[in-house]
């Protein structure tokens, strides 16, 4: 068995990466909302915090009832109790990724983390 995963992915209204790719320790999903459309539910969570890079476009996230406007290459972080709930511009679709992980689950990264192998 092959120590990596390869899919590709298509623009699809969301798409989910766990089962795609057998991920254990996080949840990823590709979000593209059209121009005016949003998310249909407002959201929290239990344990896990949710990362969110916005690739594309331009919309809104409310959280905790504070509007916060986004644009392609921004980045936000959510803490897991925070409600929160995205939208597309009225005139611009949004395409964002979303990276949900345990909150300070994070025992070690980069140099830490990584062993440095002879080729």
Request: charged share 25%; proline share 3%.
């Amino acid at each position: 068995m092959a120590n990596f995963k390869k899919v590709n992915v298509a623009p699809e209204a969301r798409v989910e990466l766990h089962d795609l790719l057998s991920l254990t320790g996080a949840e990823i999903s590709i979000n593209n909302l059209p121009a005016g459309a949003g998310v249909p539910f407002v959201h929290s969570h239990k344990k896990n915090e949710e990362i969110y890079a916005v690739l594309s476009g331009k919309g809104r996230a409310v959280i905790d009832g504070e509007a916060v406007e986004l644009t392609a290459g921004d980045w936000i972080r959510v803490a897991p109790a925070a409600k929160r709930q995205f939208s597309a511009a009225e005139d611009t679709a949004l395409r964002f990724i979303c990276i949900q992980v345990q909150e300070n689950s994070l025992e070690s990264y980069t140099k830490e983390d990584g062993v440095l192998e002879e080729a």
